[in-house]
């Protein structure tokens, strides 16, 4: 298994307290040793950091957890391969340009024996995820078009993640830099972090943050994650089978499909 | 104008000594300060950092500076805008997936009035850069396939280079990880650093290194740049109209078309 995180707000927001507490479970607090990637939207940009190494003793990640990269949209993935090497090529966030937009893409969980047909997007590394994605983004330039409306795709996106789901575990992290698409079958949670803000307080590292010092009155941030980061905040805790859809830090759709 | 920085190594290499006089001159010792960005290949992954922002005066250009990452293909520019915001999704090296492999590309030069017919690949940003890239993978989609040898696809590349420059300035690097194809129209020069290894002095920065330190005695490095970054070397100046396409650091073919 692997650790998800990403995050939705409505104003450009670092991801430097939540991003130190996951880096932790990458070898130090947990076992996910095996690489570790981060993606930040910025405008229609994406700024991604990708390692295939250990995320608690990462230069790299050190930066991104001090230096504050400020996003609206952000998913992150901390490794532990079951399927395919450790290698830079395996390592989520996975990217692609669909309809003059960036897709990425995070998955843990596993499904037994899928193939993909092909198609126009195809996997670079040897990951069942990467194949997934692809797999995704093939039907949905199939199925809809660039007019498509935020309806009809994530009906797409819904039904595709169900029949995934349905062969194995598919925990998933998707956006387009507009929405963030979070679909559970067997590990997520949530936060939504609005005014009044107060402290909380990491599992993983000895670390408190003020957030009434570091944001606005109608700032709203919400963090999705594989496991609740904080031991003092309350969190949401998504049922089997439960989708959400999230856009500038609120849930905006959501549902529940059968597995 | 922008400056653009490559490598070709018959092994994993880093790029710190030409990366630090690179970065100099965005915001230093030259005006390129709209952003920076590097795309590293390690086996078939790719490893990339972007900033909107002067590299002269940035903490991530600084640990790329210093972090030595080890890649046998690398592709690097740093901006002055023409065209186009100053945005992270205006910032070079571009990257698509075709055919499994992640396509790097970073230009400098501008063409008149550049537009091309809609393709699968499409700019996510407002450069006539990214829209050449994409019109480039949709030709090579179009008129190649994942079999068609290399020397097709570098004739192909080579007529599509040979039309652009004749509509403006296009100095071009462009990877798919196995080679490295360069093309010039105005200022590109190169250098490939064989034993007996040597020192070398940076004109940018008061920095010197001595590459028979670093290196054993096979290795092969090659570095493409659009100015000499060294003053006691001996680089080899491209004429208009040039091309060279480098594998493991060593020029594998070349040409020039008439422009």
Redesign the interface.
């Known amino acids: 298994m692997c650790e998800l995180l990403a995050m939705s707000a409505n104003t450009p927001t670092d991801l430097c307290f939540s991003f130190t507490g996951l880096t932790r479970r990458g070898g130090d607090t947990g076992p996910h040793g095996d690489g570790w990637g981060i993606a930040f939207y ?11 190494s250990a995320s608690a003793s990462s ?2 990640a050190e ?1 991104v957890q001090s ?1 504050p990269i400020k996003s609206e949209v952000a998913i992150c993935h901390i490794r532990q391969a079951n399927v395919g090497a450790v ?5 989520h966030p996975f990217m ?2 669909l ?4 897709w990425t893409f995070a998955h843990n969980g596993q499904l037994q024996g899928f193939s993909a047909p092909p198609g ?6 040897d990951t069942d995820s990467e194949a997934l994605f692809c797999d995704m983004l093939n039907r949905l330039r199939q199925h809809c078009d660039r007019d498509s409306s935020r309806d009809t795709l994530i009906g797409l996106l819904v039904r595709q993640a169900e029949g995934y789901a349905r062969q194995g575990v598919f925990n998933l992290l998707l956006s387009n830099g507009d929405w963030l698409f979070t679909f559970c079958t067997t590990k997520m949670a949530s936060i939504t972090r609005r005014a009044p803000f107060g402290p909380a307080r990491l599992k993983d590292a000895d670390l408190t943050v003020d957030f009434a010092a570091e944001t606005t009155p109608n700032d709203v941030v919400s963090v999705v994650v594989t496991e609740p980061l904080t031991s003092d905040e309350r969190w949401d805790i998504y049922q089997p089978g439960e989708w959400r859809l999230w856009t500038a830090g609120e849930v905006v759709q959501r549902g529940r499909v059968s597995l």
Do not use: Q, S
């Not at 910025?42 to 295939?52: I, M």
């Open positions: 910025e405008g229609k940009g994406v700024r991604a950091f990708h390692e295939p230069r790299i930066v230096h290698t830079l090529a395996n390592t692609r340009e309809w003059g937009r960036y126009y997007y195809e996997p670079v590394g």
